[in-house]
């Protein structure tokens, strides 16, 4: 097993000194060797590069594989007796959080809480000591302790191995099997794979023969660079210094600050010309930016590799690909994007998992909506939904288990069957075996219609079935099915699928090893790059720090001295260094450097001055672009270098960079800018771009009263709701209070006439009577919400007793205040109004409702008097506010009880701080309204409705609009509604 170890100050270096010429000798016999001929890199793009590296020296690849650390270990344990099974992170997940819950009682319920809703930071700490080869048993915080002892009992039952304990079985057994290897290359690695140790071990030992080519230490990572190529040399004997030179880089010198005010002066007046700096706005203006400079070094005929960096795939990659790719500039997408697969395609999915954690109404609500049409109960899916809406504001609690109770007692033979609906849903217990789990959540699925998800859970939980007996949770289930169940793939545009083209997108981790003439580092902020390194989870801080001092101890532990004397560091056999925050950041920096060590022409470096998702707070330069900076220009970055950097880059862009893709459509982008300039042109009434349709409806639109009232006060609403037939859906989270109690107070208030027929008046009861039909309705309500709760051997919840009881106070006091009335002594109560025909000039406005209460002096319509419940803070109705719009509702039903018949009509809004001595509006005043009536008939004919007030009000709740609405100026907004609805703006003017 012959194994040469080679080291050079730049990965890229041994390229050209090491690789072409091993991949020269070893080219022919690879051809014919029944044994495989491997080069080992971190990254698929380094295989791509070393790729075309031997393209370009015209050696054939004929079976010669480029293995990525994944690729050699299905490799390596593939020829096993009994290959280790190692689980996917998702399995370790359940499992870790079942531990949790497992060990509760041994350890607080607040670490087996936070363990339980999120195992992935404390699998992480779990890693970063076993990679190492450390016991988290002995090192690990003691409160851990238990839970992880029982996470690796419940691997041991599931016979699941941890990838780097599986590494170590594969390093322990791989001197005692045939070689593997005829010949393998290994480059690129270095401290930062830590924990690949054992397995690229494992794969030199199963070689015949080996090269292993290692970076050289540099003063940012001196000690752990040391110790890997130090354990390197224990193992294998002394590396070979690279006699070959690095290629000079004008930006080796950025490793290294100006340390004097000399030398800033010096690099002030003459800056390093190879290295720009691009400032944008936004991410879309960053985009810009980067794919102009991209084009721009591609007409250098000095180009012959250029590197676009970003910190990871996101908005910005993904909008750079985008732009490259409209002009047509081949790439190498090293990034991709995530798309969407066929189980995505299920709208439902995430509403069913809601569900199953959650099973509420508001929850069952959104998932019946994004059923689609499929049926409830038998009924309709719209008309379940409005049942089951009416029933919640009708009970106000939201309980499946209670509402099924509520609805089955209840005379509807609808919401009986609703109940029986309710019941019947297909819900996960809340604690089972894992393999009832897999076969209930396997039924619910076929059922549903969700086959292909049907079969991928079938593939997924194989490994379960080894342990189909253990007890977990929903909680632990429905994560697991939320992280395993997906079908999202890496997906890049045509043009951006060369990895041999010039031009590639990677991110920073993937560079360092490759040679480079231009570079792009793109996203240069702060908190992007260098990313926040995780601090090992959700240990607290003291924790924390006691980790790190654990850290540093078990690396002095775990390093000894060399068999070639002082000097010589090398890590003990079966250990490896622990990489903390504070250790990964060192290798960060020097990889950072490395990568634009590697580039030899030139380098831009880019960053924006604001996220979309917080435009007010600005975005601040990373310490890697300042740094630069500095290093370049002699000079620290400050906010006015920042503002002036986004003028000079915006400047650039308009003028000097090269031309732009055209836009895929410019006859959309015309008609957007067409209808952003509409809805800002003073002047002019409302258009088809501003809640208005085009041309008139046909058959006019044909509104409720309390439409019409919301038409004038929040019409670009009411014009969704009327005309395209959408509506904001309540917050799930939000109990409508106030609905339910004025939901309450109405019903009960109804039994004014008993018994009477629909649409006919019947003798006022005495006002003792009134008082006890109010008061024996609301207790047989309480009596049927109590019987549903105890059905579910639920107690009536404290803040429901109370707010029946504000709604009862209120039904008494407002029967109190109707029994007080004289002169009156036949009612009718929920009068409904058909569409009426109401005469407005030439026209004809149609109108529907339904009135509260109708007070009459005899059994005739002819003199009466409409009576309007309200259980908040209203104030009495007059015309002032009639004029504004406040109240429309009330006078148009008055407007169509004359249109019945009615001679006399008054008006009354009652609250609990009013009394019923006359009405507030009569006919007569109402008949002085004529230009309101000629607006909402304009609205109804034309279908202009149009736009009111502040998108997002600064105080106070304001209006719910679909999410793209921009928001126009409150003043333009006035002026074209006074030119729309001018009938509407005379009647507001008037005093």
């Not at 003073?682 to 309390?706: D, K, Q």
């Amino acid at each position: 097993m012959p194994v040469s170890l080679h080291t050079s100050a730049l990965a890229s270096t041994a390229h050209e000194a090491n690789f072409l010429p091993w991949l020269k000798r070893v080219a022919a016999p690879a051809a014919i060797s029944p044994r495989l001929t491997a080069v080992v890199v971190p990254h698929r793009a380094d295989a791509y590069y070393l790729k075309s590296l031997a393209l370009a020296s015209r050696t054939g690849l004929w079976n010669l594989r480029f293995l990525t650390p994944s690729d050699l270990r299905n490799h390596l344990t593939r020829p096993l007796p009994s290959p280790p099974h190692i689980p996917s992170r998702e399995h370790l997940h359940l499992l870790l959080a079942t531990a949790a819950e497992r060990a509760a009682g041994r350890v607080s319920a607040e670490a087996v809480a936070s363990v339980a809703a999120g195992p992935d930071q404390l699998l992480k700490a779990i890693d970063m000591i076993g990679q190492a080869g450390w016991d988290f048993a002995a090192v690990g915080p003691p409160r851990l302790r238990p839970i992880v002892a029982e996470f690796r009992g419940l691997l041991n039952q599931a016979k699941f191995q941890l990838v780097y304990d599986a590494d170590r079985a594969t390093l322990a057994g791989a001197q005692e099997r045939a070689p593997l290897f005829q010949e393998l290359f290994v480059i690129g690695f270095h401290a930062l794979h830590w924990n690949l140790w054992p397995l690229l071990e494992a794969a030199v030992r199963a070689a015949e023969n080996a090269v292993v080519c290692l970076t050289e230490p540099d003063f940012e990572s001196g000690d752990l660079d040391a110790a890997w190529i130090g354990t390197w040399e224990q193992t294998f004997g002394a590396a070979t210094p690279i006699d070959a030179e690095p290629p000079a880089s004008p930006f080796a010198a950025m490793r290294r600050l100006p340390d004097s005010a000399a030398a800033r002066a010096q690099r002030e007046a003459s800056p390093l010309k190879e290295i720009e700096f691009l400032a944008a706005l936004d991410t879309a203006g960053q985009a810009r930016a980067i794919a102009a400079r991209a084009r721009q070094y591609l007409a250098d005929p000095a180009c012959e590799r250029l590197g676009i960096l970003f910190p990871a795939a996101g908005a910005l990659s993904r909008r750079v690909a985008a732009l490259l790719a409209e002009a047509q500039v081949a790439h190498d997408d090293g990034l991709a994007w995530q798309a969407p697969g066929p189980l995505e395609r299920e709208a439902a999915w995430d509403a069913w998992l809601a569900l199953q954690e959650n099973p509420r109404l508001p929850v069952l609500l959104r998932f019946l909506r994004a059923r689609a049409d499929a049926p409830f109960a038998g009924l309709k899916r719209d008309e379940a939904i409005e049942q089951l809406e009416r029933a919640f504001q009708e009970l106000l609690i939201d309980d499946l288990g209670v509402l099924a109770e509520y609805l089955d007692r209840h005379p509807r033979e609808q919401w009986r069957a609703l109940a029986q609906g309710l019941r019947a849903l297909p819900l996960l217990p809340e604690q089972e075996a894992l393999g009832e789990f897999l076969e209930r959540t396997d039924a619910i699925f076929r059922e549903g219609g969700w086959l292909e998800r049907a079969v991928s859970l079938q593939d997924y939980a194989a490994p379960w079935r080894e342990i189909p007996d253990l007890r977990i949770s929903r909680r632990s289930w429905l994560r697991w099915l939320r992280e395993r169940l997906d079908s999202w793939q890496p997906q890049r545009a045509e043009a951006g699928s060369h990895p041999y083209s010039r031009l590639h997108l990677l991110p920073y981790a993937q560079a360092d090893a490759q040679a480079w003439t231009h570079l792009i580092v793109a996203g240069l902020n702060e908190g992007q790059w260098p990313p926040p390194l995780d601090e090992t989870g959700f240990l607290g801080e003291e924790e924390i720090a006691a980790l790190n001092r654990q850290v540093r101890a078990l690396n002095t532990r775990a390093s000894v001295q060399g068999g070639q004397g002082e000097g010589h560091v090398a890590v003990q056999p079966g250990r490896a260094l622990c990489l903390g925050p504070v250790e990964k950041r060192a290798l960060v920096e020097r990889q950072f450097f490395n990568t634009l060590e590697s580039a030899s022409a030139a380098i831009t470096a880019t960053m924006q001055l604001h996220d979309e998702s917080a435009p007010e707070r600005p975005l601040n330069p990373s310490e890697f672009f300042t740094r630069l900076h500095y290093g370049a220009r002699g000079r620290a970055v400050s906010q006015q270098t920042l503002t002036a950097l986004q003028a000079e880059t915006a400047r650039w862009l308009s003028g000097d960079a090269p031309g732009e893709a055209p836009a895929s459509d410019p006859a959309a982008v015309r008609q957007t800018r067409a209808a952003f300039d509409a809805r800002r042109e003073a002047g002019h009434p409302f258009g088809e771009y501003e809640f208005a349709l085009r041309s008139a409806p046909a058959p006019p639109l044909c509104l409720a009263a309390t439409q019409w009232e919301s038409a004038l006060t929040a019409p670009a609403q009411m014009f969704l709701a009327a005309i395209l037939g959408v509506e904001a859906s309540q917050s799930d989270e939000e109990t409508p209070w106030a609905l339910a109690q004025g939901t309450w107070v109405h019903r009960w208030l109804s039994v004014f006439t008993s018994g009477a027929a629909r649409r006919s008046l019947f003798p006022m009861p005495t006002p003792v009577e009134l008082r006890h039909r109010v008061r024996s309705a609301a207790e047989e309500f309480r009596s049927q919400a109590t019987a549903a709760l105890s059905a579910r051997q639920r107690p009536v919840p404290d803040w429901w007793q109370s707010a029946w009881q504000q709604a009862e106070s209120a039904a008494a006091q407002l029967a109190t205040q109707v029994s007080a009335v004289q002169g009156h002594t036949h009612a009718a109560t929920e009068w409904v109004i058909d569409d009426t025909a109401l005469p407005v000039g030439a026209g004809t406005l149609y109108v529907r409702g339904r009135v509260d209460l109708l007070l009459s002096a005899a059994n005739s319509l002819e003199d009466v008097w409409l009576v309007d419940y309200k259980t908040g803070n209203r104030s009495a109705l007059n015309l002032k506010d009639l004029g504004k719009g406040k109240g429309i509702q009330l006078a148009l039903y008055a407007l169509a009880l004359r249109a019945a018949g009615a001679r006399e009509v008054g008006v009354s809004l009652l609250t609990s701080d009013t009394v019923l001595d006359e009405p507030q509006i009569d006919l007569a005043a109402l008949d002085n309204f004529t230009d309101l009536w000629r607006c909402l008939l304009r609205m109804q004919e034309t279908g202009v409705f149009g736009m009111l007030g502040a998108v997002r009000p600064e105080f106070g709740f304001g209006q719910e609009y679909p999410l793209a609405t921009l928001a126009i100026d409150e003043d333009i907004l006035a002026e074209k509604w006074a030119l729309s609805h001018p009938e509407f703006a005379a009647v507001e003017d008037e005093p």
